[in-house]
């Protein structure tokens, strides 16, 4: 497990949770696999450190949609990041584990919430994040 905190925004716990191998590019999924199937979702992985930050992260550096520190949909994604941020509880510059983010979620997003606060995002219509929050509820 690396030891420095891994770095995310906060719409991207849950995009993590959903994630199934899609991506905006191959160089962003080869990347957000890594972090999810290779770290968060491997053996150990939900003792690893998360820092939540305000800008774009450690999903978001081989984005094509990124713009520096910004996204091409700033918007947009400031909008999400609010509104996880909101469900979750979260605070730029507190860490947590992966552990605690998905108790967090048992905890504060009940199934079928994602489509407020997700709204707007590209990949709500597919199913598969709602389909993992239900899951990870079934596990409670
Ligand atoms: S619907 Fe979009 S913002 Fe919501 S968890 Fe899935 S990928 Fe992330």
Redesign the pocket.
Known sequence: MADTPIKYRP??F??S??FQGKGYSDGFTANMSAIVMGQLRAPGGDAAIIEVVGATDDICTPCPKRRGTLCESQDKIAT?DAR?ARALKLFVGSQLTWGEAKKRMIKHVPPGA?SH??LG????DLG??EHALSDLHGKD
């Open positions: 719409h991207h849950l995009c949770l959903g999400l996880h994602l606060i997700c995002c590209q990949w709500l598969l994040c």
